[in-house]
């Protein structure tokens, strides 16, 4: 048998491979727990949250039950939404999602960011037939804590800041160089100012920006937005965004600055590289507990 034949035959094979665990990872969710320690809570306290983002409209299981019994294993003291549960789009049903958000609205208490996707149905209403008000108005009626730019306590501790950055802070790869410079300015007139006294989260959708939430007074960022990098290469990262930006920056785990604490999820479904390697998506589990002195 010639040498190229023997070749080509493991190429296909390791292609089959590769093709049947990137099918099996795109539709396994798995949960990823976090350990936070932090001088802003009294000694012994433990809150425990349950962080979802970028599910783009997808389901899990009927009624996505399979996501819902996810979340209820963590059982999280507040369920936070970092933005692009929806997808922005005029042909996808939003049915499941409000009937998903409505469930979760019923674990515990939930608090949702916008992200670039829930920026586009309010910035563009007529073009996407009021799915903004739809969708604002069925937050409301579950009692689901919707942070367009505002910040609602957790408790005496704990305060959540939801961040609605313009849609030009969210570049696609030939506008990567004309971007704006997001600074703490910027932070200063969308969020105000940060009151350090308190535990600062901030549900930030892109962690483009990380550097500027940290000097602002976040103690912790939740993000998204990259989807773990789609394909995931072992001591290098992820490979590629839905922006096509090639290798991101802060596309999936934990990051620290200035005393700030990163944490990006990997997203829970997909929209543009409906690809997942090394990456599945996943619900995080974030523990929080002030330490000991």
Known sequence: MKPWIVILGILVILA???TIRACYEFVTLARTDYDLETGKLPPGKTVMLAVLSDLHNRTYGDGNQKLLDMVREVRADAILLAGDIFTA???????PVFAFLR???EIAPVFYAPG???????????RYNGLYERLTEELWNDGIHYL???SMDLDDEIRIYGLDMDLSFFPKLLREKKTPPYTEEDVQKDLGTLDRNHYNIVLAHSPKYFKIYAKSGADLVLSGHYHGGAVRIPK???VISPQFVLFPKYDKGKYESDQCVMIVSSGCGSHK???RLGNKPEVMAVKIHGHFI
């Not at 789009?89 to 049915?95: F, N």
């Not at 996707?117 to 007529?126: G, S, V």
């Open 236 to 238: 290098v990262g992820g």
């Open 103 to 105: 469930e979760l609205s």
């Open 116 to 126: 670039n996707h829930e920026r586009k149905i309010r910035d563009d209403r007529e």
């Open 89 to 95: 789009s005029t042909r996808k049903d939003p049915e």
């Open 16 to 18: 089959v491979i590769i």
């Open 273 to 275: 590289v409906h690809l």
């Open 148 to 150: 367009e730019n505002s």
